[in-house]
């Protein structure tokens, strides 16, 4: 288990590093967990690292996981505690995510946009973020990560992979970790 754990640590600290250096200014870093489709037992995702990555590129101005009606009051708290905020919703997540998107595309104070996913349906917010001159930041994790949709953000990273890996393929960056 430790060895697992240094591992970890290991990549993380790649991830960190290989962010840290593409920034010059600090930028606002406007952030959506789509919880149902991430939050689950099997990917293991760790709020506080994706806070930790996403903190190496900017500062972060707005922390959002989305969750739908029956997310567990125990749930919610960890997602408060790890300083997020969660939005909780009756209807289909994924429009009220894209909305709260679209929002901080018009948001001057947010320079990138990163969605926490692996919904191919996001490429079109990913898109209209890009033409309003907003960096954009997929953070996913494998089996079931939309290759379209990796492939429509600036930075692509994949949190499950064994390998870090940095592959610059049309001006996309794709991180493995």
Do not use: C, W
Not at 149 to 162: G, P, Q, Y
Request: aromatic share 6%; no cysteine.
């Amino acid at each position: 288990m430790t060895i697992k754990k240094k591992l970890s640590f290991s990549k993380l600290q790649k991830i960190k590093g290989y962010l840290s250096s593409r920034k010059q200014d600090r930028k606002g870093v406007g952030v959506l967990v789509d919880g149902p489709n991430m939050l689950r037992k099997e990917f293991n995702i760790n709020l506080q690292e994706i806070r930790e990555i996403l903190h190496e590129y900017g500062n972060i101005k707005v922390a959002k996981v989305f969750l739908n009606q029956y997310a567990s009051e125990k749930l919610v708290e960890a997602i408060e505690n790890q300083g997020f905020e969660p939005i909780i919703t009756s209807g289909d997540v994924d429009v009220r995510m894209a909305v709260e998107a679209m929002e901080m595309i018009y948001n001057d104070a947010i320079d990138a946009i990163a969605l926490v996913t692996r919904d191919a349906d996001f490429k079109a917010v990913l898109k209209k973020a890009m033409e309003a001159g907003k960096e954009t930041i997929i953070i996913g994790v494998e089996p079931g990560f939309s290759a379209a949709l990796r492939n429509s953000a600036d930075i692509a990273i994949v949190l499950n992979e064994e390998d870090f890996e940095e592959d610059v393929l049309e001006g996309r960056e794709n991180i493995h970790s």
